[in-house]
C-alpha cells in the first residue's frame, strides 16, 4: 500500500517488483510463483480508518478472483490486522496473526535472513563473519529495518541510523547508534550499508558517492538499473542480490502454507548465508557480478517449473 503519482507509475512499481519476486521465490528453491499486488493511494490525500478498510477489501476481491493463483501477504504499507481484514473475503492470505493459524509478522525473519547475508558479506570481504566492532549503516527503520538494526548492535556492530520520519530518532538513542538523515548515512564511511526502505536508492548519482565495502539491505530493487551492478563491482563493493537477502519473510510464509515449524523456518531463513556464498562462489568464478550469478541461479531453477 503506497501513494503514487498515477496508475502507470503504479504499474511500473508492481512489473518491478512481480519480478524480483519471481527470482527471489526461485533463487530461495521455494515451489511458488512470482506475483506481486500494490494498493495505489493518491498523493497527499488523508487516508482515513473507513477508507483504508475499503481499500483493502477491495484488493480481497481482486485476490479472491484469482482463486488461488496469488496468494497474499503483509508488506511495506501492510500489518498483520490488514491481513485479518482481507481473509475475511477470500482464504487466499499468508502471514495472518498467531491468533487467526498465521505465522504472525514475518518482518522478524526477514531481518533474521538479512543479518545472515551481511555475515556471508562480511566473510567474504574481511575473513569472517563476525560484525563485532563493523560498522553498518542502516536506511530506512520500519518493521524490517528496526529489527536489523537491533540485530546487528546486539552482535557487536557499531551503528549509523536513518529514516525519513524523525521521530526514529529513539532508535537511534535505544541502540546507541548515531542519527543522520536517509542521505547523509548512505554516504556515511561505513563497513557496510543496508538499505532497508523503498527502491532505487543505487544509481548513478549515488554510486560514485558511497564510501562502503559491503551492501546488503531489506528493500527491495535497490538498483535503479541491472548496470549498476557493474558500477559497484567496478568500485569493490560487494552488493548482496536483494531478492536473495530479503528472501527470509516469503520463506517463512512458505513454510506456513504447509504444516508451520519456526524452527525449520528459521533454519532455512539461515540458509540465506549458504545461498550467497554459492552466488559469490559463481560471480567470482566466471568473472561477472552477483546480480549475474543470482540471475542465472535463479533461471535454471525456472526453467524445469515452466516444462
Known amino acids: 500500500m ?7 507509475e503504479a504499474l511500473r512499481d508492481v512489473l518491478r517488483l512481480s519480478r524480483a519476486m519471481t527470482y527471489k521465490m526461485a533463487v530461495a528453491d521455494l515451489p511458488l510463483g512470482g506475483g506481486k499486488g500494490v494498493i495505489m493511494l493518491t498523493p497527499h490525500t488523508p487516508l482515513s480508518r473507513e477508507r483504508r478498510h475499503l481499500a483493502l477489501l477491495d484488493f480481497a476481491d481482486t485476490v479472491a478472483a484469482l482463486e488461488g493463483r496469488y496468494i497474499t501477504a ?3 504499507g501492510t500489518s498483520s490486522r490488514d491481513m485479518s481484514v482481507i481473509v475475511g473475503q477470500t482464504k487466499y492470505v499468508a502471514g495472518l ?3 487467526r493459524g498465521g505465522s504472525g509478522d514475518p518482518s522478524p525473519l ?13 566473510e567474504r570481504v574481511f575473513g569472517n563473519e563476525s560484525l563485532k566492532g563493523r560498522t553498518v549503516s ?19 556492530a557499531k551503528l549509523i541510523v536513518a ?3 524523525d521521530g526514529k530518532r529513539r532508535v537511534a538513542a535505544e541502540l546507541g547508534g548515531r542519527w543522520m538523515t536517509p542521505e547523509r548515512a548512505m554516504e556515511a564511511e561505513t563497513d557496510i550499508l543496508a538499505p532497508c526502505a523503498l527502491g532505487g536508492v543505487l544509481n548513478d548519482d549515488s554510486v560514485p558517492r558511497l564510501r562502503c565495502r559491503i551492501i546488503a539491505g531489506a528493500a527491495n530493487n535497490q538498483l535503479a538499473d541491472d548496470r549498476v551492478a557493474d558500477m559497484l563491482a567496478a568500485r569493490g563493493i ?4 536483494d531478492f536473495v537477502a530479503n528472501a527470509g519473510g516469503v ?4 513454510e506456513e502454507l504447509g504444516r508451520y515449524d519456526a524452527t525449520r523456518a528459521r533454519q532455512r531463513v539461515r540458509g540465506i548465508a549458504d545461498t550467497l556464498r554459492r552466488i559469490f562462489d559463481a560471480a567470482e568464478a566466471s568473472g561477472s557480478t552477483p546480480l549475474t550469478a543470482a540471475m542465472e541461479l535463479a533461471r535454471q531453477r525456472l526453467v524445469p517449473a515452466r516444462d
Not at 2 to 8: L, Q, T, V
Not at 143 to 149: E, I
Not at 238 to 241: D, G, I, R, S, T
Open 238 to 241: 560487494l552488493w548482496a542480490p
Open 74 to 76: 503483509e508488506d511495506v
Open 2 to 8: 503506497w501513494s503514487y503519482g498515477d496508475a502507470r
Open 110 to 122: 526477514t531481518a533474521l535472513g538479512v543479518e545472515y547475508a551481511i555475515r556471508a558479506c562480511c
Open 163 to 165: 529514516d525519513v520520519d
Open 138 to 156: 542502516v536506511v530506512g527503520l520500519g518493521h524490517v529495518g528496526s529489527r536489523l538494526a537491533k540485530r546487528c548492535a546486539r552482535a557487536g
Open 97 to 99: 496473526a498467531r491468533g
Open 251 to 254: 520463506i517463512n510464509i512458505a
